[in-house]
């Protein structure tokens, strides 16, 4: 697939529309725990930018509210822009929600209507999105992850062996909720997957530092375990340096999944403050964030993890030069295979972005995703 040689300097954007869907979880008595929380749905705002008779489309996952949050602030912002320089229209997306708050619902506003800024404009050209970026790697290796502190021992060994049936090497569970349970859980998980599996561990903020300490020598000695995401509060940056440097030497420590704005991912890279930083393109300023974390993370002589939206961070963090690897969340793949045409499934444990389609790829299933709608008018 090649460019049309479209001029993007005479295309402006048309429309803009919001969506918002909403999807019951599939968990026990329809709910899923981690460390610190418990849900029973999770809602993607869906974004399509329209110009030139084509349509991007981004999302993230968070609140309905991050919907009437585009609506309001960004929506008119975007109308009758050029689509040359996602970049360019990023920061002033930045610019334009500075006082109606920027971390959190607006970094996440600002995610989503990026990624769709930069479908678009792959759209306009006839490429796949990979092509239109800096790619360093062809396909992103993944890590299965689920693994909710509610499961009973079944599922969550019928979950984690079953990802190492289809050949990826690396698996996460949630912890940290109930402590005590852990040694249990992973027991069950270590017999479950084999000794040749990576086994990662997640516990979501849940822990204070004696006790994350505590547990990363347990969790390191006994099981093997590899990796400690959020073993404190990604605030705690004290705490995590703590784990850094009194923890384990091969238990990585790892946090950036809630980091918003370049400032959140100086901080954790400072010290350091974790040994793999974390990244989620729906929130950290969808793909020109991306973009810009990489090199903060080079730099730093950090690699860069991808956290969920396997659809997007596929394309993604195939420019991240210091890639780790994607995670293949339950949650999320399970909801984009609802609403979209077009999702990868892991190959050799690995997403390799479909060249043969331009953009991301994805296109709606309207008729499907109609029926979780909470937000928006509906399609034609």
């Keep these: 697939m090649s460019g049309t040689g479209t001029d993007l300097d005479a295309v402006r954007i ?3 529309g919001v969506h918002a869907f909403e999807v019951p979880t599939d968990g026990p008595d329809g709910k899923e ?20 008779g084509r349509t991007g489309l981004g999302y993230t996952y968070g609140d309905v509210s991050v919907a009437s949050f585009i609506d309001s602030q960004l929506t008119g912002l975007l109308r009758g822009a050029r689509i040359t320089s996602p970049g360019a229209l990023w920061q002033l997306m930045g610019r334009r929600i500075r006082n109606a708050g920027r971390p959190g619902v607006g970094a996440m506003a600002v995610s989503a209507v990026d990624v769709a800024l930069w479908d678009l404009k792959a759209r306009l050209l006839d ?3 990979i092509h239109l970026l800096p790619a360093c790697h062809d396909r992103v290796p993944v890590y299965g992850s689920g693994g909710f502190t509610n499961y009973p021992l079944d599922r969550l ?13 690396r698996v996460k569970l949630k912890t940290s909720r ?11 998980v270590r017999e479950a997957v084999g000794d040749g599996t990576e086994i990662l561990t997640d516990a979501n903020g849940a822990l204070g530092r004696k006790q994350a300490l505590y547990w990363a020598h347990r969790f ?14 990604s605030a705690d940056l004290e705490g995590l340096r703590t784990l850094v440097e009194r923890g384990p030497a091969r238990l990585e420590i790892a946090a950036g999944e809630y980091a918003y704005t370049t400032r959140d991912f100086v901080n954790l890279v400072q010290g350091p403050a974790v040994d793999c930083l974390q990244a989620d393109v ?3 300023g969808g793909i020109t964030g991306v973009l810009e974390t990489a090199g903060l993370a080079s ?8 956290h969920c939206a396997p659809a997007v961070s596929a394309h993604a963090f195939c420019a991240v030069r210091r890639l780790r690897h994607l995670e293949y969340f339950h949650d999320h793949v399970r909801l984009e295979r609802l609403l979209f045409h077009g999702t990868l499934s892991p190959e050799g444990g690995a997403l390799r972005p479909d060249t043969s389609r331009p953009g991301l790829g994805l296109e709606v299933k309207w008729p499907d995703a109609e029926r979780y709608r909470v937000y928006g008018d509906r399609t034609p």
């Design 14 to 16: 048309d429309a803009v």
């Design 33 to 52: 725990q981690d460390g610190t929380l418990e849900w029973d749905s999770t809602t993607m705002v869906l974004v399509q930018v329209h110009a030139g």
């Design 127 to 129: 490429l796949p999105l």
């Design 157 to 169: 060994t019928d979950q984690l062996a079953g990802w190492v049936e289809q050949g990826i090497p």
């Design 178 to 188: 109930d402590p005590e349970r852990d040694p249990r859980r992973l027991t069950a």
């Design 220 to 233: 390191h000695d006994d099981w093997d375990v590899r990796w400690f995401e959020e073993p404190v509060s």
């Design 282 to 284: 729906t929130r950290c």
């Design 299 to 306: 730099a730093h002589q950090l690699d860069l993890s991808a």
